[in-house]
């Protein structure tokens, strides 16, 4: 290819129109592109005006697709400007419906490694050719068995790898060079895929058990090998191997579960900011996790390592949770319970009507819960006669629906205020606008993992942490306090989206300075606030 095309066909060093004179001398563009030298203010007005003119959410995200796969530098520039309104484009929601349309509307292949179960031995050829001699130090896989709650979307979840990513550069300031966004089609069970003639992935049913695990295991290994400096995080894996995965792998590499971890740590945050606004304490609070999967069990976990950091007895921790499933509450006999469950199940004998405790508005009555998250996947499960219920026994209740994207949301925040009189302390998964109740203008906390995963990452990259430990994590958790001021009246129980460069940066040095503390990390690394702010890429020519 000529020269000067290859530098245009880069997203990495394309500035496109913003080349100057003698830089297209330098490079062999002369002739390639129209006289006119834009800068890079010129260039975001000019795209920004165009973004402006789309009006369905999935139109303005292919746009910036375009720029992203062009120009990652103007990208980042215009996503720092305008980062409340794009979060929702290029990540959820839109990036569902953009995931559901993958092989109608394929373009690029978005320099991903796409990565054959059927041929393991291909691994390090695939990764080495994405990475096309970059020094990767991020990595985002996923196998799309449980996109957000959408499901299994086989090779078009790797989306959610190149989405999760642009978060981690908008927000904490990773060097988008440095990032490697993986799929890992290891087939697929969604029967709507395997009937369509256009889907580009692997046309068979998934692949489980020992043949699977063997392959994220060379995968792993491959990793390690080719990249010892990254950190691995792992997104939207199924109910069956996403905690499993995390288990194996956490405690020798740097590695990361977003959908177990970034969700507990961003669940425990929110619940802390609505203890701040209500003053009351977490160790007086019972709390329900409607959906006890990955995101589920990953909260619980968060919530009751917290209590017994508390001072809290461990048994007395465990007896403050209530997990309602499919099946209803979970029981130590309920049939068909995870590994991560069995430990916060109930014994029937605490029940007059044990028997009947099979659905959540049956549950909410016996045990009168504080705290309500839900993780369901189940559009509309917080109903006005539940959170009615809820509400008759707790001052200040605090509900999170938490479920992505929109459409499977457990309640909608101006309901859930509506219903308790403005009482409820509300924080949604996908951003929710202010909601006017009353006299008072609510600001609606986004708990959403992307508000938390950037700085976790970027914290242990910058400190060269051999792992990510529960004592980074629980710092983490802790960070976000104090940037919202709990007294106003209607206060979020969590930091707007529009701050999320400054709190990320914030994290990132408490999560450093944690694997400083406990001697995890690399040689020479001492000070955690300059460790981040070297490693901090800007998006400038
Ligand atoms: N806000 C966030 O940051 C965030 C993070 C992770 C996941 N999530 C959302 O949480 C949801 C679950 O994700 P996951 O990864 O845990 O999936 P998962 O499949 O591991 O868990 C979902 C759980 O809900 C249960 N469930 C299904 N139907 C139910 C019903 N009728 N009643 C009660 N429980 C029911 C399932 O049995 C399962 O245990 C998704 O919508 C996802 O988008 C949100
Ligand atoms: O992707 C998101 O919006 C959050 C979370 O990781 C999810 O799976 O829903
Ligand atoms: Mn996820």
Redesign the pocket.
Known sequence: MRKGMQILNDPFKNKGTAFTMAERRELGLLGLLPTHVRTIEEQAAETYALYQSKTAGIEKRHLLMEIFNTNRTLFFYLMKQHITEFMPVV??PVIAESIEQYDERYLRPQDAAYLDVNHPEDIEEELRAAADGRDIRLIVVTDAEGI??IGDWGVNGVD?SVGKLMVYTAAAGIDPAQVLPVSIDAGTDNQQLLDDPNYLGNRQHRIHGERYFAFIDRFVDRVEALFPKSLLHF??FGRGTAAKILDKYQERILTFN??IQ??GIIALAGVLGAMNISKEKLTDQTFLTFGAGTAGMGIAKMLYEELVRQGMDPAEAKRRFYLVDKQGLLFEDTPGLTPKQQPFTRRRAEFANAGQLTDLLSVVKAVHPTVMIGTSTQPGAFTEEVVRELAAHAKRPVIFPLS?PTKLAEAKAADLLKWTDGRALVAT?IPAGTVNYGDVDYQIGQA???LIYPGVGFGALAAQAKVLNDEMIAAAAHALSGIVDPDQPGAAVLPPVEKLADFSKRVAITVAQSAIDQGLAGKGITDAQQAVEQMTWEAKY
């Open positions: 990540y959820d957000l709650g959610i997104e939207d977003d959908d970034g969700t992505n998964g959403n993992n992307a």
